[in-house]
């Protein structure tokens, strides 16, 4: 019994170092951000003086508002793309025997393998071909591409152990394949329909390499490229700077506090029925 309680306190003084190494960089971006740059300069561990919230304002109506915007339109498009396509190719590589299946889910998993630097040259002009770089398909387009694979094999581990009698109960009332995907299978996998989410939106909104190369106009930046531009709109004013990364980083951090529970279940059952 004693071993077991010095291995349980050592372990949570492990998790506690761990989460320490996390917080407390955000706990000197905010009370940074809440400082004059003088204040910053003079004592960055030090709590303000009279804490500056305009930080935060100016941030926003700095630019930050139209690089928010962006990134929530490509964002959610992406997801949108990711989730739909890969929950539907993954339902189809646990349902239907086709010849060739486990080839083509092979084939998929090829692409974690593939490595987004590689690809960035072929993509470039591929989407000068296509005539859509410089918008804002040059980014969903790819970041859809990229996050297939992944995806697909999480949902395809939890799909793989849904009873297939459920599904026979609903073809004995006259449901076709889409009707089961779409009211038993969609309803049940929720928790790894969150977990798909969270991970892909969490890449895709602080993706930053496709967003350099394949955006020009200032207008359709998304946040991360739109904070490297900020500097220099601000002649380095990094107390702003700093409020918006804290701006930036809230919406990741409110869905994940929100999801966290379906994140967990969904990535545990993947891992471990499947």
Known sequence: MKKKTVLKVLLNLFFVFLALIILLPMAWMIINSLKTNQEMFKNSLALPAVPQFNNWVKAWNSGLYKYFGNSLIVSGASLLGILVLSSLLAYGLTRFQAKGSNVIFLIVLGGMALSEQV???????????MHIYNTYWALILPYVAFR??????????YFIAIPRELEEAAVVDGYNSFQIFLKIIVPISKPIFASCAIVCLNHVWNEFL????????????????GLMTFKGDLRADYTTMLAGIIIASLPMIILFLCMSRQFVRGLTAGAVKG
Request: glycine share 0%; hydrophobic share 60%; charged share 15%.
């Open 148 to 157: 297939i694979p992944f995806t697909v094999f999480l949902m395809r581990s």
């Open 119 to 129: 690809a960035l040259v072929p993509l470039y002009k591929i989407l000068k071909a």
């Open 210 to 225: 496709f967003a350099n190369v394949f955006l020009e106009s200032k207008a359709l930046m998304t946040i991360p490229i």
